[in-house]
């Protein structure tokens, strides 16, 4: 059995590193993986919190689980045969993490408790410097970040959230310890989280009131159970659930067309939507309340079987008057109205343009990544950055999706990157072009603009300004063409002396 990942750094490895790995989610273990079987072992993977998997550790919350489904939510060099359900619930997705560390033996490669603040290129050296929390330095030729730009908790500027004398709390931060029997509970936002946590709630409490801002497209998701015999099958015969991934695959590309601009899948789309909400919403003006209005894929769409039905409860309420503040012992909304609550559950979402904040990255010329990308927030193929060698990311500017499964994203970063540090000379460093990096992000923009994305709605898919820093704007087929093989005409190679020693 491969030991556990540990607070302390590998024994195996001193001195500078061929490559430091910032995240264990799936982005940060997939990349220890393939280094590893990529013939590199001077690696390790810093964690911030105490075990691994991401947002699948931070997201603990009753009803949790992928809207992905399950056999297209894995590594597709790791299928699991025992998923329970045809989508994943949250304990499941952390089991099958920590069974791929174990697996393909990088425990030994993973420093939990460790947040790194700080990273330091030094020009003369070619080598990167990361400082921790705790003051402690590690020099790498190469550094990964696997943050993820879902794992800064979005807390609203409500007046008095802080003076409230209940217990409050984000959904991503969820306190198992507070009991919510029994008691009158507001969760504020209706969107991702929020259609997952009340139903698993709403049958224990008194009163339970959704505070929504704006409706979402909700589809039905379809989950079940697998039986034992179909996980029989899978275990027996691997390549059935080969065939399965690429069903679901397939399915979930040809729907990518449903998000161009007037598209007739998504006028279909939209029509289904609200169709399947009509027929499980029997009260008109909460039908009105639950209509969007914008463009279907404006905005995320969402996957509920129970959701709907949840808000026909009696104790359910859907408020759609604004939050004026929050008092000692409620809410009390624009109207002059107020509803008393024991506790608050903000389903907020996440900070998607504030993760690179938390990590001082400090490149060539002393330029900091926060400063660069408060500017514009772009990378070449979302990976690279002007000004940042030998610094790449997984899951960067404009590569998350709204029509598939983003381990496929992954998957095709992780082999980009391995091919950009297996090509590294001992004494050399790689810088993306300016001029690659333009002309690269010039057609992404001109596509995203043909998009529903582009349509006037708000979403965490946008900044303030309207630019779309977050998705990809084609298939999924064309970021596997792009990523195939790195262009090395799009970098700049610099040699170094030999004094950031590293075994690549």
Known sequence: MSPAPSNAPPREKEGVLDVAIIGAGFSGICMGIKLRA?????????EKSRGVSGTWWDNTYPGAA????????????????????????????????RHCVAKYGIAAHIQLQTEIHRAVFNEKTGCWRLTDGMGKTTDARCVV??????????????PGLNNFEG???????WKHHHTLKDKRVAV???????????????????????FQRTANYIVPRNDRAYTDQEKKRFKQYPFLMRLLRWKIFWRLNMHFSLFRQKSWMGLWA???????????????????????????GCKRILLSDDFYPALNRGNVHLITDGIRTITQDGIRLRNGETRKVDTIILATGFRPFDFFHLLDFEGLAGRRLSDVWRGSLEALRGVSVTGFPNLFFLLGPNTALGHNSIIFMIEQQVSYI?????????????????????????????ALANTVWAADCQSWYKTSDGKIPTLWPYNTVR???WMRTPDLSEFNSVSIPDTCSADL
């Open 38 to 46: 990529g013939g590199i072992s001077n690696f390790r993977i810093f």
């Open 66 to 97: 992928c809207d992905v489904p399950s056999h297209l939510y894995c590594f597709s060099f790791e299928l699991n045969p025992s998923w329970s359900r045809v989508f994943s619930p949250q304990v499941e997705i952390q089991d099958y993490v």
């Open 145 to 158: 970040s696997g943050v993820g730009g879902l794992s800064e908790p979005n807390i609203p500027d409500i």
């Open 167 to 173: 217990t409050w709390f984000h959904s991503a931060r």
């Open 188 to 210: 504020i936002g209706s969107a991702a989280s929020a259609i997952q946590i009340v139903p698993q709630i709403a049958p224990n409490v008194e009163k339970l009131y959704l």
């Open 270 to 296: 939209s029509k289904q939507s609200l169709k399947d909400m009509r027929r499980k919403i029997d009260d008109a003006t909460l039908q009105d309340k639950l209509t969007p209005r914008y463009p279907i």
């Open 418 to 446: 391995v091919q950009c540090i297996k090509g590294l000379g001992k004494n050399t460093y790689i810088d993306a072009k300016p001029s690659a990096m333009q002309r690269y992000n010039a057609r992404i923009q001109s």
């Open 479 to 481: 970021y596997w063409r």
